[in-house]
């Protein structure tokens, strides 16, 4: 501190102030440094330290006025620019801004430690990586116990995707410096990145422990509740979070996200329009986010107006082509060429199958792309169409050029699809089956042809933890075979021998595995094999849309699924599928009973008519 070395009255005030602000009695300290001010107005020491006290009580704009009143009056003091930068990182100054000030006070005191740091912050911010790290390693090397230095380094680590190094030095702040409950928050943020969700939740509901106040780890804890599917548990976090701080748009971009999974449509699209005033142009995932939230209220024409916006999520898996023709709109394509092109799973390029018809109509030509395991099924579902796989270049450009427009099998639903209403025009079922093969199969299920059959699955292959919850083991599913006079068809594709061989002991040999049929690579085997069935019960798989574009009573369970349901009861994709809903409270296990009592009620009433004209039997 830039004092006189001889005792005197300001000296003896300032140092007072100085020492209740240390024992966090700010008032006290202000008063001090105030008294001085008023026999000597431009002493530059009680400037600085009002100033500083003025950002501890979080008035930034205050302080930033009286630590420039302390650098003009003696601008040779190293920390009253580090203070500056900081005071001006509340404020939100532009990373430029910030190394100015630093600069100016390593000029001063190239070790002036917060300079340093602060340096660091904003090279980060600039993307300037290299000289980022270098400072902070040369930061770490002259303060090897600062933990600050440990948290910036740490951000800069995730800014450049270095997550598990990230993650050594979050711990290593969390160590040095218990007290901050940024520390646990930046750690429990890479620790989601890399999907540590089990150690997460242990660390977090400690710092949640130690920190019942921190909204931040409130907001973290939210996250991670939502990424292991218990957004039950996590909405109340999510929601204490935007008490908080309703301004920040990321917090209510995750309660929103919270609110659509619990089925609150209405809510996670208020949540939703707050954090898109507030964010900054051009913030991913808001919009994508967006429709899918108006869809799950049935409101299709905002659902679709948005829904393009999953090209640009940083988290959706969905990938945009490039092309060097338009986007058909819905106008006149009688005499084009339109190419057809999918961007999602198996479930999604079916679901958009259920449009083709309309589409081939409207065009001159089709050409369909689909995943090479689809080509097969997609072209005897569609003869008009010239059904192929996608030839791409690295950029993810088409190495073709024989078409006029380009039609993205999701988003001719804003054409197709405007409304609920518009599902009636779609032609039921949607796609064919080769009806040779079915027989075939049919023909070793003969003697058991009097009774009813019915498909079965019960997960997917996806078998990570937190996802599971929404499927069931083979003992779990058992109980809703307990039906006499049933013939269950495996229908679970990657079945493995374990699964096989206890439904055919549970079942007395009422469950049946073809064991010649690939139903997770060979789409017309499974299709021919599904069409052999009076019913299909089934978790929310890929499963559940063969049965449904082949118009094959279906009982599926799952959680709630915006674009499959689009605010219904049941899909509007699949006029002849019941969805049984997921409590997002429970497990899968605890539907049961209830899949039990849907199937026994639909196996009462089973037409097998229904099967045997699909065959064409009868």
Same mark, same amino acid.
């Given at each position: ?150 948290? *910036? %380094?740490?951000? #800069?680590? !995730?800014?450049?995707?270095? =997550?598990?190094?990230? $993650? @050594?030095?979050?711990?290593? /702040? ?83 996200? *919270? %609110?659509?999974? #619990?089925? !609150?449509?209405?809510?996670? =699209?208020?949540?939703? $329009? @707050?954090?898109?005033?507030? /964010? ?87 050409? #369909? ?15 008009? /169409? ?233």
């Amino acid at each position: 501190m830039a004092t006189q070395a001889a005792q005197n009255p300001v000296r003896e005030k300032i140092l007072r102030g100085l020492a209740f602000q240390k024992s966090g009695e700010i008032s006290k300290a202000q008063r001090c440094y105030k008294q001085v001010l008023k026999k000597v107005p431009n002493n530059p020491d009680a400037l600085h330290l009002l100033g500083v006290s003025y950002r501890q009580q979080g008035n930034p704009q205050r302080a930033l006025e009286y630590l420039q009143k302390a650098i003009a009056s003696n601008p040779n003091q190293s920390a009253f620019y580090a203070n500056l930068a900081r005071t001006m990182m509340d404020l939100n100054s532009d990373a430029e801004s910030l190394l100015a000030v630093t600069n100016k006070a390593l000029s001063i005191n190239p070790k002036e430690r917060e300079a340093l740091n602060i340096k660091g912050i904003a090279l980060t911010a600039l993307q300037r990586n290299a000289e980022a790290e270098e400072l902070f390693q040369r930061l770490l090397v002259e303060y090897p116990n600062f933990s600050d230095a440990y948290r *910036n %380094y740490g951000l #800069l680590l !995730r800014a450049i995707e270095d =997550i598990p190094k990230a $993650l @050594a030095f979050f711990n290593k /702040a969390a160590l040095l410096d218990p007290s901050n409950p940024l520390n646990y928050v930046e750690r429990a943020r890479c620790r989601l990145d890399l999907k540590e969700f089990k150690v997460s939740q242990a660390e977090l509901a400690d710092a949640l422990e130690r920190f019942p106040d921190s909204a931040d780890l409130k907001h973290e804890a939210a996250r991670l509740l939502f990424s292991i599917s218990k957004t039950h548990a996590g909405v109340k976090y999510a929601e204490e979070a935007v008490d908080d701080n309703p301004n920040d748009f990321h917090r209510r971009v995750t309660l929103a996200v *919270n %609110y659509l999974m #619990l089925g !609150r449509g209405e809510d996670a =699209i208020g949540q939703f $329009l @707050a954090a898109k005033k507030l /964010a900054p142009e051009g913030a991913s995932g808001i919009d994508w986010n967006l429709s899918l939230a108006y869809l799950s209220i049935g409101d299709l024409e905002n659902g679709w107006k948005y829904h393009r916006a999953r090209f640009t999520d940083i988290k959706s898996t969905s990938q945009k082509r490039l092309f060097d023709v338009p986007e058909w709109q819905g106008e006149d394509i009688s005499d084009k060429t339109v190419l057809a092109w999918g961007d999602q799973g198996l479930g999604d390029a079916l679901r958009g199958g259920t449009m083709l018809h309309e589409l081939i109509e409207k065009a001159g030509k089709v050409i #369909l792309e689909v995943s090479a395991k689809s080509v097969p099924w997609f072209q005897r579902s569609f003869p008009d /169409a010239q059904v192929r796989v996608p030839q791409l270049n690295q950029d993810l450009s088409t190495g073709r050029n024989d078409f006029d427009l380009t039609a993205n099998l999701s988003d001719i639903a804003e054409v197709f699809r405007p409304d609920i209403a518009s599902f009636k025009k779609a032609r039921v079922p949607a796609f064919d089956f080769d009806l040779d093969l079915a027989h075939k199969y049919f023909e070793r299920l003969k003697d058991r042809a009097d009774k009813p059959i019915v498909g079965v699955a019960w997960r997917s292959r996806n078998l990570q933890a937190y996802r599971m919850r929404y499927y069931l083991s083979a003992p779990e599913f058992a109980p809703i075979l307990d039906f006499d006079d049933v013939t269950f068809v495996n229908l679970q594709y990657l079945s493995i021998d374990k699964e096989i061989r206890f439904l055919e002991t549970r079942t007395n040999g009422a469950f049946v595995n073809f064991e010649d049929v690939d139903l997770f690579d060979d789409l017309e085997a499974a299709a021919a094999l599904t069409a052999c069935c009076d019913l299909v019960v089934s978790a929310n798989i890929s499963t559940t849309e063969i049965s449904g574009v082949l118009d094959v009573p279906t009982i599926r369970f799952g959680p709630e699924e915006a674009p499959l349901l689009l605010g219904q009861e049941n899909p509007p994709w699949h006029p002849s599928t019941t969805y049984l809903r997921m409590d997002e409270s429970k497990l899968a296990v605890d539907m049961v009973p209830t899949i039990r009592q849907t199937f026994e009620e639909q196996l009462a009433t089973v037409d097998m008519t229904r099967r045997n004209k699909r065959l064409k039997l009868s």
